[in-house]
C-alpha cells in the first residue's frame, strides 16, 4: 500500500552536496507512530542507515555522517528529503528511502532489516 520513490541528480562533483527527495504515496509521514529513514549501498558493502525523521519531523542521524547530514520534509508535498554534504567518491552509492516502526527502545530503526517498506532505490556517483 505505502509506496516510496527516489529522486534527484545521479552525478554529483566531490565538495558539493548531495540531495535526495523522497516521495511517499498511500500513506502520510505524519502518520504515527513511522519513521522515515535513508539507507545506501555501495559495491561490496553491506546496507548501511544514514538517518531518519519522524512522524513530528524529529530527525536522527547515523554518529559517523552527522555532522555532514540533514533530513528534512515537506508534509504539503508528503515528502522527505537527504543532504549530504562535502561529499567524496566514497559517497558513491545506490540511495534508498524506506519507512519503518518504532525501534525496540523506542526510536528510530537503525538497521536496515528493521524496515518494511522500500523505494527502488536511486544511484548516485560522486565524481573526483
Known amino acids: 500500500q505505502v509506496q516510496l520513490r527516489e529522486s534527484g541528480p545521479g552525478l554529483v562533483k566531490a565538495s558539493q552536496t548531495l540531495s535526495l527527495t523522497c516521495t511517499v504515496s498511500g500513506g502520510s509521514i505524519r502518520t504515527s507512530y513511522y519513521y522515515w529513514g535513508w539507507i545506501r549501498q555501495s559495491p561490496g558493502k553491506g546496507l548501511e542507515w544514514l538517518g531518519a525523521?519522524?512522524?513530528?519531523?524529529?530527525?536522527y542521524y547515523s554518529p559517523s555522517l552527522k555532522s555532514r547530514t540533514s533530513i528534512s520534509r515537506d508534509t504539503s508535498k508528503n515528502q522527505f528529503t537527504l543532504q549530504l554534504s562535502s561529499v567524496t567518491p566514497e559517497d558513491t552509492a545506490k540511495y534508498y528511502c524506506?519507512?519503518?516502526?518504532?525501534?525496540?527502545?523506542?526510536?528510530?530503526?537503525?538497521?536496515?532489516?528493521?524496515?518494511?517498506?522500500w523505494g527502488q532505490g536511486t544511484q548516485v556517483t560522486v565524481s573526483s
Open positions: 525523521i519522524n512522524n513530528v519531523g524529529v530527525t
Open positions: 524506506a519507512r519503518a516502526g518504532v525501534g525496540p527502545k523506542g526510536g528510530p530503526a537503525t538497521t536496515p532489516d528493521e524496515y518494511d517498506y
